[in-house]
């Protein structure tokens, strides 16, 4: 959309212009966010509802579809929702984060207007706020295609969505005070699917399948798969794959994958199983997949996890592709930004840690562990509030000394081209998501990162995702072409992590200040901290 065309929009008296493209189609949605009782794993507990229902609406649009979503806050907390791989693009403001937004209070509401611009995929939303995320509130987000532009490989008969995560019997707010006094997440106590321990999936013998496969748990990685059958992937968090076949793929916190499987074997029952990865002991749950005329129960033993090794995890991890010939969300090939001829502009290596501070367990990047301001980073910066945030607290490189805490960022220009480096010299796998961009993952290693391991990157057809993982004592290596402007969440997956410092943001920038770069702070934007009282 042209500079010209922005400014035409700006004539119009729709309070969304600022923010959407009136040549797509509008979404309308109201939800309403409430405590409720669900026996989840047997026994009754407290989970967080939209709409009434655990797990939240499926949110089923279409590229570039203009997302009106008015969330009603019936807790007695503060909440926020974020839309976990959508890019927002020039458009931060609906990001959903504390360092974006403030959370909507109890007994209010909040408008998002956001836009699935150019993206199309398998991803999900959930809180942000607290530990609320152990309770639910998540939620499918799948985009489909226009009409228009082809997807390379035929229209499956349907689509099965799977949100598979961790599951705590302990409430939110007990983890919440927990992890405030000290303590480390517990282990968690069951796997669900879609809010189940056993849920059954019916089609039609013959016929293929998408299943939209996301981990939306708290701190653990998944392998999936299904009994008998092999898994076509298609598609990875909004890339098109090289179409291998996996008899299962590992997916950790935070990833969505798809798959296309074909109900081609004996007419029965079979099991679908995501069971944990690397963890001390194995939690497991299945699900059914039912041929439409099966008289015959699932039986046998649940198909075998692969080795429980992190280096198997890897190189599995290596064979996903891009498939450099398909078209994307727009009629242009994945593949025509040659990411690989580019030379970073600068380099950034975030090592991961697990400090104790003032006694208490803390999680930290570069040695600094993230506090929220009582005013998001974003209206901090938009009114040039003082004292809010740090631009010089968090070094690009790894620094010795005691760990400290701060509400740190880093700036980076409109159009730069990164490389960062997710140094991990821990025991335990690790999550790492970028908001409002895609990345490509270049490479995984062993041991500690130096500038020699650029010759294993691959530069030809990795894929381009928002989320990544990195193995234990391992490192994990990213190009990402800065091309969004905003204030972006830097973040552990692992929501513990998270909430404990291990994030920061990232505020890409350009002194030009241009609709073309960046929409407007909208107008129901909430005010709180030093920001309250102020105007655009």
């Not at 967080?48 to 019936?74: A, H, M, S, W």
């Not at 996890?305 to 450099?324: E, K, V, Y």
Request: glycine letters at 8%.
């Amino acid at each position: 959309m042209g500079v010209l065309a922005h400014f035409g929009v700006l004539f119009c008296c729709c309070v969304l212009v600022s923010v959407v493209n009136a040549e797509d189609p509008y979404r309308y949605y109201t939800w309403t966010v409430t405590y409720g009782t669900a026996s989840p794993i047997g026994a009754p507990q407290q989970v967080i509802l939209i709409n009434g229902q655990f797990p939240g609406p499926r949110l089923d649009v279409v590229t570039n579809d203009n997302i009106i979503l008015n969330l009603i806050n019936k807790l007695d907390e503060p909440f926020l929702l974020t839309w976990n791989g959508i890019k927002q693009r020039k458009n931060s403001w609906q990001d959903g984060v504390l360092g974006t937004n403030c959370p909507v209070p109890p007994n209010s509401n909040y408008t998002y207007k956001f836009q699935t611009k150019d993206q199309i995929g398998t991803f999900f939303y959930f809180p942000s706020t607290q530990m609320h995320r152990a309770a639910g509130g998540y939620g499918a987000i799948n985009v489909y295609q226009r009409p228009r532009i082809p997807i390379p490989y035929t229209v499956p008969t349907g689509d099965f969505t799977l949100l598979i995560g961790d599951w705590f019997k302990t409430g939110h707010k007990v983890l919440r005070q927990s992890l405030d006094s000290g303590k480390l997440l517990p282990f968690p106590d069951a796997v669900l699917i879609n809010g189940q321990t056993r849920s059954t999936f019916s089609g039609d013998p013959g016929k293929t399948y998408m299943f939209k496969i996301s981990n939306v748990g708290l701190s653990t990685s998944i392998n999936f798969r299904i009994q008998g059958h092999k898994m076509k992937l298609v598609e990875v968090e909004g890339s098109h794959t090289v179409q291998n076949y996996y008899d299962s793929l590992d997916i950790h916190v935070g990833q969505s994958a798809a798959f296309l499987v074909t109900l081609d074997q004996p007419s029965k029952d079979y099991y679908i199983v995501a069971s944990t990865r690397f963890t001390r002991r194995v939690l497991t749950a299945a699900a059914v997949l039912h041929y439409s005329n099966s008289r015959t129960l699932v039986s046998g033993p649940l198909p075998a996890a692969p080795a429980n090794q992190p280096h198997w995890s890897m190189q599995q991890a290596r064979t996903l592709r891009w498939n450099l010939t398909a078209n994307a969300a727009r009629p242009n090939p994945q593949g025509s930004f040659h990411y690989g001829k580019i030379t970073p502009s600068r380099t950034i290596v975030l090592a991961n840690s697990a400090p104790l501070i003032n006694g208490k367990h803390r999680y930290a990047v570069n040695q600094v562990s993230y506090v929220n301001a009582d005013t998001p980073l974003k209206l901090a910066d938009y009114f040039n509030i003082p004292g809010v945030f740090s631009v010089n607290a968090l070094q690009s490189v790894p620094s010795g000394g005691p760990a400290s805490v701060g509400t740190s960022i880093i700036t980076a220009s409109l159009h730069e081209f990164l490389e960062i480096i997710f140094q991990n010299n821990e025991k335990e796998i690790q999550s790492w998501h970028l908001d409002g961009y895609d990345f490509w993952v270049v490479g995984y290693g062993k041991g500690q990162w130096n500038r020699d391991q650029r010759s294993k990157y691959n530069l030809v057809d990795t894929l381009t995702r928002h989320t990544a993982q990195v193995y234990p004592n391992s490192w994990t290596a990213i190009l990402v072409s800065l091309d969004n402007q905003g204030m972006w969440n830097v973040r552990s997956a692992q929501w513990a992590r998270q909430y404990l410092g291990q994030q920061f943001y990232l505020k890409v920038w350009t002194p030009v200040k241009s609709l073309a770069n960046e929409y407007d702070m909208p107008s129901n934007a909430l005010l709180c901290g030093k920001a309250k009282g102020r105007h655009p």
